[in-house]
T-cell receptor
Framework: EPEVTQTPSHQVTQMGQEVILRCVPI?????FYWYRQILGQKVEFLVSFYNNEISEKSEIFDDQFSVERPDGSNFTLKIRSTKLEDSAMYFC???????????FGPGTRLLVL | QQQVKQSPQSLIVQKGGISIINCAYENTAFDYFPWYQQFPGKGPALLIAIRPDVSEKKEGRFTISFNKSAKQFSLHIMDSQPGDSATYFCAAIQGGSEKLVFGKGTKLTVNP
């Protein structure tokens, strides 16, 4: 069964450093998403991406964040200058169409020291 | 308006029992309501989903009941098993949006 994959599974970084989280969505899906989950809290939407541009973003997704689909398979989330409060589990998801089921990857646990 | 309120926060059920998790919403523009199951260290996995044009959907031991007038929906897990022990999230998405709004989650423990 096709699945969303994410790398790395864990990332430790120093405050102020840039990190790039990588995702490979399900191959025939057209919509891609990033969510985050701070430890013990609910899953929060960050951004959605369609047709090589951001289609929707939350107030959390400020200028420190960017997304890119650098090739036909990868989808990345970049955090330019990490803060302590960026420590969270970051999930990539994808769906065939808007409003359809979103399938989540296993997540990248980011720890900012 | 954009919130989905989920209860209880935690639930302990004996093996073979029924687990019931409830969610409520205010935004009447929500038109898709999935439930996700999450095991520790893993991503949320879709369990079952419903649209507001039906009042109930059943898949195996899992049933969603949907009450449009009350703006509530619930997940029932029949014959609960220890392997069902996980955190369950209800969610909702508004028509025309791509943003899933999650509830705070319910940690279910099924004792053997």
């Amino acid at each position: 069964e096709p699945e969303v994959t994410q790398t790395p599974s864990h990332q430790v970084t120093q405050m102020g450093q840039e990190v790039i989280l990588r995702c490979v969505p399900i191959s025939n899906h057209l919509y891609f998403y990033w969510y985050r989950q701070i430890l013990g809290q609910k899953v929060e939407f960050l951004v959605s991406f369609y047709n090589n541009e951001i289609s929707e973003k939350s107030e959390i997704f400020d200028d420190q964040f960017s997304v890119e689909r650098p090739d036909g398979s990868n989808f990345t989330l970049k955090i330019r200058s990490t803060k302590l409060e960026d420590s969270a589990m970051y999930f990539c998801a994808s769906s065939e169409d808007r409003g359809e089921t979103q399938y989540f990857g296993p997540g990248t646990r980011l720890l900012v020291l | 308006q954009q919130q989905v309120k989920q209860s209880p926060q935690s639930l302990i059920v004996q093996k073979g029992g029924i687990s019931i998790i409830n969610c409520a919403y205010e935004n009447t523009a929500f038109d898709y309501f999935p439930w996700y199951q999450q095991f520790p260290g893993k991503g949320p996995a879709l369990l079952i989903a419903i649209r507001p044009d039906v009042s109930e959907k059943k898949e195996g031991r899992f049933t969603i009941s949907f009450n449009k007038s009350a703006k509530q929906f619930s997940l029932h897990i029949m014959d609960s098993q220890p392997g069902d022990s996980a955190t369950y999230f209800c969610a909702a998405i508004q028509g025309g949006s791509e943003k899933l709004v999650f509830g705070k989650g319910t940690k279910l423990t099924v004792n053997p």
